[in-house]
């Protein structure tokens, strides 16, 4: 019983977390991209943007799919949270966009 309580604030939080984290994930990759990329090709990048992003929920889902029946809801936690971490560690290393001529940033 007590842990109940412990639970749902841990899930409020994560979840607040998770909010503002994708938030931030949004307005940053949607500004690099559109840096990355000209007039002519932004369309094109931002739909490769946009693909991943749906992709990740298919993945996400096939990933539960098959990982809960032969372990635990716990082990795909952890899972999700290395790839997440993984992810964040190689963000790290985008280089800075090359400038295109003409253009203002």
């Not at 309580?5 to 899930?11: K, P």
């Not at 991209?33 to 990740?56: E, P, Y």
């Amino acid at each position: 019983q007590t842990m109940y309580y412990v639970i749902y604030v841990l899930i409020l939080v994560t979840a607040s977390l998770n909010g503002m984290g994708c938030s931030l994930f949004w307005a940053v990759s949607s500004n690099y991209v559109n840096r990355c990329a000209t007039d002519k090709n932004k369309g094109l990048f931002n739909g490769i943007l946009w693909m991943w992003v749906q992709l990740s929920f298919v993945t996400g889902n096939l990933m539960a799919a098959f990982v809960i029946p032969l372990t635990s809801e716990l082990f795909l936690y952890y899972l999700f949270t290395g790839i997440c971490v993984i992810c964040c560690f190689l963000f790290g290393f985008l280089r800075e966009p090359l400038p295109h001529p003409g253009k203002e940033i």
